[in-house]
């Protein structure tokens, strides 16, 4: 494995997961010979989960995993705390071989520093709020009072103060989830897997939860591995978002580099109908100020100035107010680049000059 950088908390490397007796020789049998996931299961009557998957996530990122139902997003990321055996591949977290921990202290990385919060929390119905919240700490054998003092802290962080006693049969699907995050957070952990947590949820609630998640992961700076199959999700709350198809993944990239550089049909088809208004930045689509052409008399000195990182959102607002192209400007306020009408057009219609 080749040395990660210090700033990766996660760090995968061709992992492969193939369910199934013969395992082995399927997986030899799609290197050799590019078999298919069907293939695979006519010839050897087995299932590709993931297929040589390879990633790292960097000290407080929100990385999203995104595919469709069956792609292997979710066995991909339960991988990262051994719930599944990989078939081949190599495995880091917080530095950590996590292949080759033995099965004590393979728990008290999933106790201590890996949270997870699942889809359907699965709340113990006859605890109240308090005590689901408090469930991780009891398990590692933390006193009454600090179980009690840590709980109320993540309810405040969740905005359930006032709910501890209740039970989780007396609260709303959104509430419950709260409850799930604030259970996961209790222990205080590194990382965080949250494995589709919203989907089920009304839309609103929903955008109110990820509204919440980010507003905690920037305080919190947790490492996160969010899965979604949404990508108006993965893009709202992803730092970096990776896509799948049939267990491989076909694209890492930023929300802007995803919406605007797809790799291929599969992805061009997810990102189409997607607005860019708000992911595509100026400087991916200035023309370098060495090499804009203004129009015959037209001086640049007095035209609007905008930060090289506006979104075209912003952009068409400053666009509209004035007759001249937009400069662009680096961190020091230097000159880089220009935006005229037609440059912005064309950024609103594919992403790019």
Same mark, same amino acid.
């Given at each position: 494995m080749k040395k990660p950088n210090a700033n990766d908390v996660i760090v995968l490397e061709h992992v492969w997961k193939i369910f199934g007796e013969d395992s082995q020789i399927a997986m030899q049998?799609?290197?050799?010979?590019?078999l298919s996931k069907n293939d695979v299961l006519k010839e050897f009557n087995c299932v590709v989960g993931i297929a040589d998957c390879s990633f790292s996530v960097k000290r407080g990122e929100v990385f999203c995993i995104m595919g469709l139902s069956g792609s292997g997003k979710s066995t991909l990321v339960r991988h990262l705390n051994r719930l599944i055996e990989p078939t081949a591949g190599q495995i880091h977290v917080l530095d950590r071989d996590i292949l080759s921990l033995n099965d004590a202290d393979l728990r008290a990385i999933r106790a201590k520093e890996i949270g997870m919060v699942f889809q359907h929390m699965a709340l113990l119905p006859h605890r109240t709020v308090r005590d689901n919240?408090? @469930? +991780?700490? *009891?398990?590692?054998?933390?006193? =009454?009072?600090?179980?009690?003092?840590? &709980?109320?802290?993540?309810? *405040?962080?969740?905005? $359930?103060?006032?709910?501890?006693?209740? @039970? +989780?049969?007396? $609260? &709303?699907?959104?509430?419950q989830q709260r409850v799930g995050l604030a259970r996961a957070l209790a222990s205080d952990p590194e990382v965080l897997l949250m494995d589709e947590p919203f989907s089920a949820l009304d839309p609103l609630i929903r955008r109110q939860l990820q509204d919440q998640f980010m507003q905690l992961s920037q305080q919190l700076q947790k490492t996160t591995v969010f899965i979604t199959h949404d990508l108006d999700e993965a893009i709202r709350i992803g730092d970096r978002i990776a896509i799948m198809k049939d267990g491989r993944i076909v694209q890492i990239g930023t929300p802007e580099e995803i919406v605007t550089k797809p790799v291929d049909d599969y992805v061009r088809d997810f990102v189409d109908g997607i607005s860019k208004l708000k992911l595509v930045y100026a400087h991916s689509i200035m023309? +370098?100020?060495? =090499? @804009? =052409? +203004?129009p015959r008399g037209q001086k640049l000195d007095k035209a609007p100035r905008a930060y090289h990182g506006a979104s075209l959102d912003e952009l068409i607002d400053i666009s509209v107010s004035s007759d001249k192209p937009v400069v662009i400007q680096d961190d020091k306020g230097k000159d880089i680049g220009v935006v005229d009408k037609p440059t912005l057009l064309k950024g609103i219609q594919g992403g790019k000059a």
């Open positions: 049998a799609v290197k050799d010979r590019g919240v408090a @469930f +991780p700490l *009891q398990i590692r054998g933390a006193s =009454k009072a600090i179980r009690w003092e840590t &709980s109320q802290k993540c309810l *405040q962080m969740v905005d $359930l103060e006032g709910y501890e006693d209740r @039970f +989780p049969s007396e $609260l &709303s699907g959104g509430m023309v +370098p100020i060495e =090499k @804009f =052409k +203004p």
